[in-house]
């Protein structure tokens, strides 16, 4: 059965600094990978997905994730952080259809000014 | 484009009253929608999986007398908490796949009190 865990529950940057959130996950089959981002009280906003080629992927507000299928791993990076990018953010593996979607647990962003 | 909405986005009803949760995708058809429910601070949790014209698959765990699920068209559906407790209290967001891809609702607020 596939699953994602998200090692860090609560990661804290400061405004402007590099961030990795990083993501493991186990399929069988070939992995459809996204990231998504929800601010409180909030639905879930895609921010970049993985399906095959380039296995560095370039999503919007600044975001890109790195597929490596020799580490079950799926991170997301951005180069420098904004206050604007505190939120929760979780990391899903889905099949080709997308009909069974599993969330990871989610890493709670806070960043410092 | 792909939009999908959810009304109420928040509601409070009294313990043993039943509420009903609407999911629509605005500017697309999806034969298919899904129910996810997410506890304070955790992940989502897939309830069920929703076709149109169809009974929904409901997940492991999840009863299906007490969250009733209907897809009567192509841009709408339902769920219906039939007497409920406050164990129900939860953050309940639908999602509508097209083009493989999944598209989130903003998420409803149920506080049973």
């Known amino acids: 059965a596939q699953s994602v865990t998200q090692p860090d529950i609560h990661i804290t940057v400061s405004e402007g600094a590099s961030l990795e959130l990083r993501c493991n996950y186990s399929?069988?089959?070939?992995?459809?990978l996204f990231w998504y981002v929800q601010s409180p009280g909030q639905g879930l906003q895609l921010l970049l997905k993985?399906?095959?080629?380039?296995?560095l992927v370039q999503g919007i507000k600044g975001f890109e994730a790195e597929f490596k299928r020799s580490q079950s791993s799926f991170n997301l990076r951005k180069p420098s952080v904004h206050w604007s990018d505190a939120a929760e953010y979780f990391c899903?593996?889905?099949?080709?259809?997308?009909?069974?979607?599993?969330f990871g647990a989610g890493t709670r962003l806070t960043v410092k000014p | 484009g792909a939009v999908v909405s959810q009304h109420p986005s928040w509601v409070i009803c009294k313990s043993g009253t039943s509420v009903k949760i609407e999911c629509r995708s605005l500017?697309?058809?999806?034969?298919?929608m899904f129910w996810y429910r997410q506890f304070p601070k955790q992940s989502l949790m897939l309830m069920a999986t929703?076709?149109?014209?169809?009974?929904?698959?409901?997940e492991q765990g999840v009863e299906k007398d007490k969250f009733l699920i209907n897809h009567a068209s192509l841009t709408l559906s339902t769920l219906t908490v039939t007497s409920a407790h406050p164990e129900d209290s939860s953050f309940y967001i639908c999602?509508?796949?097209?083009?493989?891809?999944?598209?989130f609702g903003p998420g409803t607020r149920l506080t049973v009190t």
């Open positions: 999602s509508a796949s097209a083009a493989g891809e999944q598209y």
């Open positions: 399929y069988g089959a070939t992995p459809y």
């Open positions: 993985y399906f095959s080629g380039d296995t």
């Open positions: 899903a593996v889905g099949s080709y259809n997308n009909n069974d979607m599993r």
């Open positions: 500017d697309f058809q999806a034969t298919t």
């Open positions: 929703s076709n149109e014209g169809s009974k929904a698959t409901y």
